[in-house]
C-alpha cells in the first residue's frame, strides 16, 4: 500500500519541577537550601531515513508522546531527563500544522533531523533563590509545560524526471520500456493508482530516477479525478515530461490542458523545464508524423516514441539528460525549489483532501484513549475538543 499523507498527533515532554528541600547533616548546622533542578522533557524529533519509501508506517501510529522531564531532589540532585521521541520518515516528507496549513519543516536528507516540539526546560530548585537576604527560599520553579501539536505529513517524491498526461497516455508503460520498474498496465483509465518510480539507465554508467504520476484530468486542480491528490509530487521534479497519445484529435490542445491545470495547482510548477513526448507512435507514419510537427508547441522539446517498438527512447534519453543538466534548470532549480516546497496550505482544499482520505481524527478525552502506554507519564495530560 503507498501511503504519502499522515496525521499524528504530537506531544513533548513536559519539563520536571524544582524541588524544595534544606540540607540536613548531624555535624553541619544551618545547612541551608540545597533542592535541585528538575530534568528536560523529550522533544518530538523528525528524522530522514532513506529506507523508507511511504508513510505507511504511521499510518496506524496516530500519537507521539515524548518523556517528561523528572522532578529534582535533595541534596542538589537533578532530575531525569525526558526521552526524545524520533519520528523516522523518507526523504522527500514536508510537515504542516493541521489546524492552519502552515509549514513547519522539509525532511529532504538521510539522517536530516527537525525538532518540531521541544521539550519543557526543567524548574530551579530552591538552591538557586538563596540570597544575603532571604537565606531559607520555602519555593522552586515549576517545569516549562508540555507542547501540542496536530501535524499533517505529506511525501513529495524525490525524481529527477515527472511524467504528466491524461489516463491512457503511455506513461507506465514507457516506465517500464526504460526501466526495470513493472507498474500496472491495461487498456482502461486510472489504471495507476499510485505513483511510481524507475531508474532509467543512461550512457557511461549514468542514471537518472522516473516518477510515473497518476494520471491528470481536465479540473484536477479543482479536485477532480485522482489529480489533486498527486499533483503535489510533481512540485519535487526537476523536469516535467508531458505525454500526449499521437492519435489524439488536438495534441496541441491536450498539452495546453495539462500545462493549466498545473497552472491552477501551483504558478511556480511552469517555470520548470519541459520535454513533450508524443506516444504511440507505432500507430503513425513518417509522412503523419511531420504534419503533425508543424502544429505542436515550439517552445519546448518535441519527441516522437513509441514504448512498444522502442521508436524514439534513445533520442528521448538524450533529450532529457540535456535538459535535466542545462545550467539553466540548474539555476531554476536553486531559486524555485525553495520557495515551492515551503508553500502554506490552502485550508479551504486542506479540509476536504484530508476528509476524503480518512484522516480527519479529532481530539478525544483522554479516558476514550486506549493503550497510550504508561499512564503515569500522562498524569498531567487531557485532549481538548478540536
Known amino acids: 500500500m503507498f501511503a504519502d499523507r499522515a496525521k499524528i498527533y504530537l506531544k513533548s515532554g513536559k519539563g520536571g519541577d524544582g524541588h524544595v528541600s534544606f540540607r540536613r547533616e548531624k555535624y553541619v548546622p544551618d ?12 522533544s518530538v524529533i523528525l528524522k530522514g531515513n532513506r529506507n523508507y519509501w511511504t508513510l505507511l508506517h504511521l499510518r496506524y501510529e496516530r500519537h507521539a508522546f515524548a518523556e517528561n522531564g523528572g522532578n529534582g531532589g535533595s541534596n542538589k540532585c537533578f532530575g531525569k ?18 489546524e492552519t496549513g502552515e509549514y513547519l519543516c522539509d525532511i529532504t536528507d538521510d539522517g536530516q533531523e527537525v525538532v518540531l516540539l521541544k521539550g519543557g526546560r526543567g524548574g530551579l530548585g530552591n538552591w538557586h533563590f538563596r540570597t544575603a ?26 525524481a529527477d524526471v515527472g511524467l504528466v498526461g491524461f ?34 539507465s543512461y550512457r557511461e554508467g549514468k542514471s537518472f530516477v522516473m516518477a510515473d504520476i ?20 510533481i512540485e519535487r521534479n526537476s523536469l516535467l515530461l508531458f505525454m500526449v497519445p499521437g492519435d489524439t484529435d488536438n495534441i496541441r490542445r491536450e498539452y495546453e490542458i495539462l500545462l493549466n491545470e498545473l497552472r491552477q495547482f501551483n504558478p511556480e510548477l511552469l517555470d520548470k523545464h519541459r520535454v513533450l513526448a508524443i506516444t504511440k507512435c507505432d ?16 517552445d519546448l522539446p518535441v519527441v516522437f516514441i513509441s514504448a512498444v517498438t522502442g521508436y524514439g527512447l534513445d533520442e528521448l534519453k538524450d533529450v532529457l539528460w540535456d535538459e535535466m543538466n542545462a545550467e539553466s534548470n540548474k539555476l531554476a532549480a536553486i531559486t524555485t525549489t525553495e520557495s515551492i516546497a515551503h508553500r502554506d496550505k490552502d485550508m479551504t482544499r486542506f479540509a476536504e483532501e484530508l476528509a476524503d482520505e480518512g484522516e480527519d481524527m479529532e481530539y478525544v478525552e483522554l479516558e476514550d484513549v486506549e ?8 498524569d498531567d495530560y487531557e485532549y481538548t475538543d478540536a
Open 31 to 42: 545547612g541551608g537550601p540545597d533542592g535541585g533542578d528538575g530534568g528536560k522533557g523529550g
Open 81 to 98: 531527563d525526558g526521552n526524545d521521541v524520533i519520528i523516522e520518515v523518507p526523504c522527500g516528507t514536508v510537515a504542516y500544522d493541521a
Open 133 to 158: 537576604t532571604r537565606q531559607a527560599p520555602r519555593f522552586a520553579q515549576p517545569g516549562e509545560p508540555a507542547q501540542e501539536l496536530m501535524v499533517v505529513l505529506e511525501l513529495k517524491l524525490l
Open 167 to 200: 489516463p491512457n497516455a503511455g506513461k507506465s508503460t514507457l516506465l517500464s520500456a526504460i526501466s526495470a520498474a513493472k507498474p500496472k498496465i491495461a487498456n482502461y483509465p486510472f489504471t495507476t493508482l499510485e505513483p511510481n518510480l524507475g531508474i532509467v
Open 214 to 233: 497518476p494520471g491528470i484530468i481536465e479540473g484536477a486542480s479543482e479536485g477532480k479525478g485522482l489529480g489533486l491528490r498527486f499533483l503535489r509530487h
Open 283 to 298: 500507430l503513425l507514419d513518417e509522412e503523419l508524423i511531420e504534419m503533425l510537427r508543424a502544429e505542436l508547441p515550439d
Open 371 to 378: 493503550d497510550l502506554g504508561d499512564i503515569e507519564e500522562l
